[in-house]
């Protein structure tokens, strides 16, 4: 019984990873040797129906396949444990807004106080034409949008697509397989590997930075198994991903800050978004505490 079992984990890990990993890398394979087709590649797997639901359907078939009837790592009864509701809805996205001061602190100039990008990217919203920042301004847009990320329950359910599969789903699989920190190592890096043909298209980094795509790439998996620490963590401890959706939710939100007040003069590697290794920083931090206080072993 105990073979069985330890075969039909490798067996679901493995659909489910084809699957995703099938869905985003046979378009990208395409495009790559046919690039008139690269702007509708990018456009298709870019897709939040596609990128963010892939894990989410992955887990579906996965379970249908395998006749896999055990619960999931999944509650949207957030309420019930309000510290871990507060702990992911505040301390990686006040992280995130700490590295983002932190990258203005080393580059003062690359500060935009014309907020040219507001204005280019959201004009059509109502953002005024003409934008007169100050640091205090910009702080308290910061501390706004901090609040704001907090409560964006609708962000939340979004990004609950892909957290449903990757901690929901498969962290708990490979938790079977290897030991709890390695799983969290490996769930991450392939979590930061299916964004790689979105790296290769320009997404978080552009195209004009050293060593283009390929150490965005690798930033991207590294970015990915820092969150990937914070997420898991929560997500053990509570048995629900819905904690992690909330991390990745809020994070997308304040971590697009950076980049509203930035004249991008540095390398997108360096930040001011989470992205960049700088920006990042902090989030780093907490993952080293966070790892070395995951649990051991999972029930």
Avoid at 210 to 237: E, R
């Amino acid at each position: 019984m105990e073979i069985r079992t330890e075969d039909i984990t490798k067996k679901r890990i493995f659909i489910f990873l084809g699957i995703v990993f099938g869905i985003l890398y046979i378009p990208w394979i395409v495009g790559i040797l046919v690039p008139n087709f690269g702007s509708t590649v990018y456009a298709i797997i870019s897709s939040p129906v596609v990128f963010m639901g892939t894990p989410a359907l992955a887990v579906l078939i996965t379970r249908k396949l395998t006749k896999d009837t055990i619960s999931l790592n999944f509650s949207t009864k957030i309420f019930k444990n309000k510290k871990a509701l507060l702990f992911s809805a505040l301390i990686p996205s006040a992280s995130i807004f700490l590295g983002t001061v932190l990258f203005f602190l080393i580059f003062p100039e690359d500060l935009d106080f014309q907020g040219r990008y507001i204005s280019a990217t959201y004009g059509t919203f109502g953002a005024p034409q003409n934008i007169e920042l100050t640091i205090g301004s910009m702080l308290l847009m910061g501390l706004i949008v901090y609040v704001i990320s907090a409560v964006a329950f609708p962000i939340w359910y979004i990004a609950l697509g892909e957290d449903i599969g990757w901690q929901g789903y498969l962290l708990p699989l490979l938790c079977k397989k290897v030991s709890v920190k390695c799983a969290v190592i490996i769930n991450g890096a392939l979590w930061g590997l299916a964004h790689a043909p979105l790296i290769y298209y320009g997404m978080n980094y552009g195209k004009d930075y050293y060593g283009a795509p390929y150490t965005g790439i690798l930033m991207m998996i590294l970015v990915n198994i820092v969150l990937g620490i914070w997420m898991s963590y929560i997500t053990l401890k509570t048995k629900n991903c819905m904690y992690a959706a909330i991390i990745h939710g809020s994070a997308d939100i304040i971590g697009e800050v950076g980049t509203w007040i930035s004249l991008s003069t540095k390398s997108s590697l360096l930040g001011p978004t989470p992205t960049g290794i700088i920006g990042l920083s902090f989030l780093i931090i907490g993952g080293v505490i966070l790892f070395f206080k995951m649990p051991c072993d999972v029930e």
